[in-house]
């Protein structure tokens, strides 16, 4: 892949896609490629050849998904499970159909087995029943894992899968019914602090224990993976820590600078006691999160009152 390369990044508007768009322009890559929703569905699969015969990118980043929390999941699976297959389906076949080069494919962490040891290691996919409320979103995932995996065997199509941990970063979803706990944490502490209420209530007893990727270190290791592995084999990206929800609330509170109290709502579920995944095979590799999990928080609350709080306390 060089500067000059016709690179397309699908769901360039989500978290992880404008990550790796603004990984791509700050590298100097001059022929990227991006296409909104309205513009392309790529649910429609002749619409999908279509674009692909026009525009024959030569490498392609396939970040459109549809993705949510456990609410969103359990209310629309039929949604999850469809959506997701057509958009890998449809852009897998036709990148393999246009002679794209190589093509990087996102899974997820949470496609792992539910009871998996941890951290988890890559080799544990598919050896255990699934966490049940988002088995529709993950069998989806799954299958497009196999599809690349399937089109390399059969076709000798250079197709590769990540695994990401939980991501945050700027772009993420703030919504406090659906949002992930980084998000939701960042809002209400910042509201409480604008508001000035005494206290914030984290969900849970705060002692689940999750690792956290800042999506532009997950951007840096799709890059770095797109040009340094060529394996079918899917790779966890993590950073290989975790911490628990009480020291991540604490964390996000001196970020935000709020002086109250923090009560744990223990009436709320924890979910799976701990998240970690294996990142040995990553770093054998050679590549390394970089980003500090204080910083990453900081400049993501800054995003957030930038382009989000407008109306809370400004
Ligand atoms: P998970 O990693 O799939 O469990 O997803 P979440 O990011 O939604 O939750 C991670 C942990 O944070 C769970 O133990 C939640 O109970 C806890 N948590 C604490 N406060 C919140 C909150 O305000 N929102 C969310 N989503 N989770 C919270």
Request: glycine share 8%.
């Amino acid at each position: 892949m060089d500067k000059e390369s016709k690179i397309f990044v699908a769901g360039h508007r989500g978290l992880v896609g404008s990550a790796i768009l603004r990984k791509l322009q700050a590298e100097g890559y001059t022929n990227l490629v991006t296409r909104t929703r309205a513009e392309l569905d790529l649910r429609d699969q002749a619409a999908v050849n279509r674009f692909f015969e026009e525009e024959r990118p030569e490498y392609v980043f396939l970040a459109a998904a549809k993705v949510g929390g456990i609410l969103a999941n359990s209310t629309y699976p039929a949604d999850f499970i469809r959506d997701n297959l057509q958009i890998q389906t449809n852009v897998i076949d036709a990148a393999y159909r246009t002679g794209v080069k190589k093509l990087l494919f996102l899974g997820s962490s949470c496609i792992y087995p539910k009871y998996a040891p941890q951290p988890m290691k890559e080799e544990y996919l598919l050896t255990g029943p699934l966490e049940p409320t988002n088995e529709w979103y993950a069998v989806a995932k799954i299958a497009g894992i196999k599809m690349a995996q399937a089109y390399r065997r059969q076709y000798g199509f250079n197709a590769i899968s990540l695994m990401p941990t939980n991501l945050y970063g700027p772009g993420d979803n703030f919504d406090l019914e659906t949002s992930h706990v980084i998000p939701a944490l960042i809002r209400k502490f910042h509201e409480a602090k604008v508001e000035g209420k005494p206290h914030v209530v984290v969900w849970g007893t705060g002692k689940p224990r999750r690792e956290f990727l800042h999506v532009d270190d997950l951007a840096d290791a799709a890059l770095f993976l797109m040009k340094n592995n060529d394996n079918e084999e899917i790779i966890n990206v993590g950073v290989g820590e975790d911490v628990s929800i009480r020291e991540l609330a604490e964390l996000i509170q001196d970020v935000v600078g709020f002086k109250g109290e923090i009560v744990f709502d223990t009436t709320k579920p924890d979910g799976t006691p701990r998240k970690l995944l294996d990142v040995s095979r990553l770093q054998a590799l050679g590549w390394k999160a970089r980003i500090p999990l204080r910083e990453g928080l900081a400049s993501t609350y800054r995003w957030y009152v930038e382009n989000f709080s407008a109306g809370v306390g400004r």
